[in-house]
């Protein structure tokens, strides 16, 4: 049975998991004595297929993350067009909301 190492995958884990591996380079650098130059030629090549998987980790992420707002972003549109105006509390310092709720508004 194989082990599961990457318990959790969210964006945390995998910064987690890059920070364990720059920490073991960074240590194979300035302190570590290469013995088996075959055997290190393939840990370079294993670390640089992690960084890969866990690059396109981060990118699957990122792409739910936006699917995610893009579906609360369809219920406020049409919670605004069923009611035709829903009181929202913005803090007014945040441009970006306001902005992006005058959008759906349809004021801008």
């Given at each position: 049975?194989?082990?599961?190492?990457?318990?959790?995958?969210?964006?945390?884990?995998?910064?987690?998991?890059l920070a364990e591996?720059?920490?073991?380079?960074?240590?194979?650098?300035?302190?570590?004595r290469i013995k088996?130059?075959?055997?290190?030629?393939?840990?370079v090549q294993y670390?640089?297929?992690?960084?890969?998987?866990?690059?396109?980790?981060?990118?699957?992420?990122?792409?739910?993350?936006?699917?995610?707002?893009?579906?609360?972003?369809?219920?406020?549109?049409?919670?605004?067009?069923?009611?035709?105006?829903?009181?929202?509390?913005?803090?007014?310092?945040?441009?970006?909301?306001?902005?992006?709720?005058?959008?759906?508004?349809?004021?801008?």
């Amino acid at each position: 049975m194989e082990k599961n190492y990457l318990k959790q995958i969210d964006r945390d884990a995998l910064l987690e998991e890059l920070a364990e591996n720059y920490n073991f380079i960074k240590r194979k650098i300035t302190e570590g004595r290469i013995k088996n130059i075959a055997a290190e030629k393939v840990r370079v090549q294993y670390i640089k297929a992690l960084i890969q998987i866990t690059n396109s980790m981060n990118l699957i992420l990122k792409d739910k993350e936006l699917d995610l707002i893009k579906k609360e972003l369809e219920l406020l549109k049409e919670l605004l067009n069923e009611t035709n105006s829903v009181p929202i509390a913005i803090n007014s310092n945040d441009e970006k909301i306001q902005l992006l709720v005058n959008k759906i508004e349809g004021k801008v």
